[in-house]
């Protein structure tokens, strides 16, 4: 026994060695938080390969990132090609059938939209040139002229109504469905207008056009292992266990992009990537943990449009009085649980989940005060029944420290006399159960999850809140009526006011205890220029690297 | 330490001697048929255990979908038929070598075409595995136990101990911080050269070779110790040619047991996880991810491909065995 506790003692200090000198390996590796503060750092890491040319670029090339910074010192062609880490391979290629990241990460670069997003996020030409509302269902857009697909064919209102109607169509099976449910048709009206049906008035619209890429007709079917699309880079091959790999595409109708060419690396452990990292074979690993930090040569964070929250089953009588719901939002010290379970990556978000560059944002809302003796008060008040168990549901390994924040959160309740207990389960259980209805046998009473916002648009929460929405279990008639005026009017300050409305009438009687808004965290190689954008989309077009 | 030599001794020596008088055809057939109960066992569990923990169709939804709409994928995925219906075409499936479609990870592409395809490398890495086992296991196993106490003992046993109790993927993460990150000599990531066999075979030889070493060592004193050393040192012959001609010939079938048992388990699992550190395009790697989508007939396919390089290492470990075992019994 002795012998093994000392072979422990061994093992350990062996393992501090090495721990010590892989923290060492970076002299400079300053972790940084605010996306500003980039590098400057002297690049010893950088492969030996990369060193190349340090011919001066014409600068005319240097334009086209909206980004990147200008001062690229070689983009050279010859460089290493950029590597970016993501845990898990994609599915499919094709983009209009799925919506994770590991996909998206890859085909955002292939494919293209009628709509983009700018680097703030607002809706912006691509593909389409302009757009109008010609009626109340009907949206005509004029087409960019010129485009062509990668495999050649040209880009046209024909082509851009059979992606349409690709991804709409009932056997499609797309997992963006609930991006584009409202939209009903499509046709070619000439050459280079297009014509969107709705099945109502649609004030998302050109939100949801963001949603549908682009596809040629030809060659429709191996979309899934062979993408084609208009976009600045085209698919190489994709080594299946290992990588997929992409390359500029020279007859790119806009600028061409800094980088020639880039590959998507899988690579399932997370520690493993940033080894990587560190050496040099990898220039970006997204979603890197906060005790991570300090193994990237730069760190790279971004408030993303990512709230934590845990919704009430409003039906649950004990949870049925506002006054309760108030009070268990006062009971959590939401700073503290931002700065010592995130380390800081994350703040308290306002009580709505939206971000201020966000349509529906109150600028008039914010974090419900911690103040614990003052909800025991309310609770008391309120005739809240203290030996009742209330149970809180949390996913296993969903969401970054999702177990450890229902944890500090049950904590800060059971510190008002609230007796909670935690329910921990399988993430697909959690969802299944999760949509049993507030008002039937088996409902979660409170439930932990995050909530994300691809539209950018205080209508993207509807199915929490309304009450028929899907995940829903709570029901304010008025919150409903300012739903709906705001997913149907086309006046942006009307629909900006209904959802500022429905946000406050949501604070006083809450739907949920609002945590926080979390940031996303990239590891990033010391010649790779990018900052990253709160809608988690990697445009390889908008980076550059440094020699 | 006596201990674990029980284990692996159990199928080998004893058994094979027991069984030496039938003939090696019936040897064969009853390893290949237990090996099919084994593998139709576990394929039955992985069947209930997969469709009891989860559900492929919640990973294909989108995140607010409703219950109609998860309904509407799980029919098209067939998976709201009775179980006994799904049952049936999984084990009609079998026997045609058909294990149904991906439904997550690889959309409608067959799921055992996809493991076949990673096949060969995690076949190659289980190789470099083994012979990093070999060379860190038995060559030093041996040596030790001629030399018991030894500080080359001492040392061996301190290490072998470290590896055996150690979780090796940590010390696959250890090895690329010091051999990929910090001297440079190899690099993380594999890029399919010779090189990139290194750091992963290194662990899984520090994980199965510490065995090895523990065995090895104990099966070499055992041998020392018995009388015919003695016998055959009183007859004048030297130390070392004892060792050469009589204990390495005996201790060699143990040892060649006990490599194949460690080979074997790296079917069972081990190689998987080294794997998952490595960023190795193995079964291992597609697995894990398609557990994480409850891709039940991916898991499936990779359980079944796994499970029948356990049972054919276990069958050769016992052909070998009995020849071993017949040879040294002419050679007596």
């Known amino acids: ?547 | 330490m006596t201990a674990t030599l029980i284990e692996p001794t159990r199928g080998l020596g004893f058994g094979a001697r027991r069984r030496r008088s039938r003939s090696r055809a019936q040897l064969v057939l009853r390893r290949i048929r237990d090996g099919a109960i084994v593998l139709f066992l576990v394929l039955t569990a992985i069947f209930l255990l997969g469709r009891l923990v989860g559900d492929p169709a919640e990973s294909l939804a989108p995140i607010d979908a409703t219950q109609e709409e998860v309904d509407q994928i799980r029919a098209n995925l067939g998976l709201d038929r009775p179980l006994l219906t799904q049952a049936g075409e999984y084990y009609s499936g079998l026997v045609r070598g058909d294990m149904g479609e991906s439904f997550v990870i690889a959309r409608n592409q067959d799921a055992l075409p996809l493991v076949l395809d990673r096949l060969g490398a995690t076949m190659r890495l289980t190789l470099a595995g083994l012979l990093f086992s070999i060379l860190l296991g038995v060559v030093t196993g041996i040596v030790a136990g001629v030399r018991p106490g030894s500080l080359f003992d001492r040392v061996g046993n301190f290490l072998a101990l470290a590896g055996v109790s150690f979780p090796y993927f940590w010390f696959g993460q250890i090895l690329i911080l010091i051999v990929a990150v910090n001297l440079h000599w190899v690099s993380v990531l594999p890029d399919g050269g010779p090189k990139s066999y290194f750091l992963p075979g290194v662990t899984l030889g520090i994980h199965h070779g510490g065995r090895l070493f523990q065995l090895v060592r104990s099966a070499t004193l055992d041998e020392l110790g018995k009388s015919y050393v003695i016998v055959a040192e009183s007859k004048g012959l030297g130390y070392y040619a004892v060792v050469m001609k009589h204990i390495l010939r005996n201790v060699g079938l143990v040892v060649m047991t006990m490599v194949g048992w460690e080979y074997a388990r790296m079917w069972g699992g081990t190689v998987f996880l080294v794997e998952f550190t490595f960023a190795w395009p193995g079964i291992g790697k597609l697995t894990t991810d398609a557990a994480d989508f409850h891709d039940f007939n991916v898991i499936q396919a990779g359980v079944v491909v796994a499970g029948v390089f356990v049972v054919l290492s276990n069958l050769v470990v016992d052909l070998l065995a009995t020849v071993v075992d017949k040879s040294a019994e002419a050679g007596t």
């Open chain 1, 1 to 547: 026994m002795t012998r093994h506790t000392s072979a422990v003692r061994l093992l350990a200090a062996v393992a501090a060695l090495g721990l010590i000198a892989g923290a060492c390996g970076d002299d400079d590796d300053a972790s940084i938080d605010s996306p500003e503060a980039t590098t400057g750092a002297t690049g010893t890491e950088a492969p030996s390969d990369a060193t190349g040319d340090t011919t001066a670029p014409a600068g005319t090339d240097a334009t086209e990132s909206t980004t990147a910074p200008e001062e690229t010192d070689a983009p050279a062609d010859d460089a290493a090609p950029l590597v970016i880490a993501v845990t898990t391979e994609p599915s499919t290629l094709d983009a209009q059938l799925v919506n994770d990241r590991n996909s998206r990460v890859f085909t955002a670069n292939i494919y293209e939209a009628l709509l983009g997003r700018n680097e703030n996020v607002e809706v912006v030409p691509l593909l389409a040139e302009s757009y109008e509302n010609t009626s109340d269902t009907t949206w005509t857009f004029t087409l960019r002229e010129g485009v062509t697909f990668h495999n050649g064919e040209p880009f046209n209102a024909e082509s851009a109504a059979f992606s349409i109607q690709r991804m709409i169509s009932e056997d499609f099976d797309t997992q963006r469905t609930s991006y584009i449910d409202s939209i009903v048709g499509a046709t070619a009206v000439d050459e280079y207008t297009l014509e969107i049906e709705t099945d109502g008035v649609l004030a998302t619209l050109p939100a949801q056009v963001t949603q549908i890429p682009m596809v040629p007709v030809e060659g429709a079917e191996t979309l899934d292992t062979e993408p084609v699309g208009t976009g600045p880079y085209k698919f190489v091959e994709w080594n299946t266990g290992v990588d997929v790999v992409a390359t500029r595409n020279d007859d790119y109708w806009g600028d061409p992009p800094a980088i020639k060419d880039f590959s998507i690396r899988f690579i399932s452990d997370n520690q493993t990537a940033l080894s990587a990292l560190q050496a040099g074979e990898v220039d970006l690993v997204v979603d890197i943990l906060p005790e991570q930090k300090d193994l990237a040569p730069i760190v790279k964070s971004v408030p993303a449009a990512e709230f934590s929250y845990i919704a009430f089953n409003t039906y649950l009588p004990a949870l049925s009085d506002p006054r309760v719901r108030v009070a268990f939002n006062m009971a959590i010290d939401k700073e503290t649980l931002a700065d010592v379970v995130y380390e800081g990556e994350a703040r308290p978000n306002d009580s709505q989940n939206l971000t201020d560059a966000m349509l529906g944002y109150n600028p008039d809302l914010g974090p419900i005060p911690y103040d614990p003796e003052g909800a025991r008060a309310l609770l008391e008040e309120a005739g809240y029944p203290f030996d009742e168990v209330i149970e809180l549901n949390v996913p296993i390994g969903r969401y970054l420290k999702g177990e450890e924040s229902a944890e500090y959160v049950a904590e800060q309740l059971r510190a008002v006399g609230v007796n909670i207990e935690i329910i921990a389960t399988e993430f697909n259980t959690y969802r299944e159960d999760g949509r049993i209805p507030g008002t039937e046998e088996g409902a979660m009473d409170l439930k932990y999850g995050w909530n994300s916002n691809e539209f950018f648009d205080g209508g993207r929460i509807l199915s929490h809140v309304t009450c028929e929405g899907s995940s829903s279990k709570i029901c304010i008639p008025e919150v409903d009526e300012l739903m709906e005026l705001g997913a149907t009017s086309l006046d942006q300050d009307v629909r900006d006011q209904a959802y500022q409305d429905a946000w406050a009438l949501l604070h006083d009687d809450p739907y949920a205890i609002y945590l926080l808004q979390q940031n996303l965290l990239y590891g990033v190689s010391e010649r790779l220029q990018w900052e990253p954008r709160q809608d988690d989309e990697y445009y390889v077009s908008t980076m550059a690297l440094t020699a």
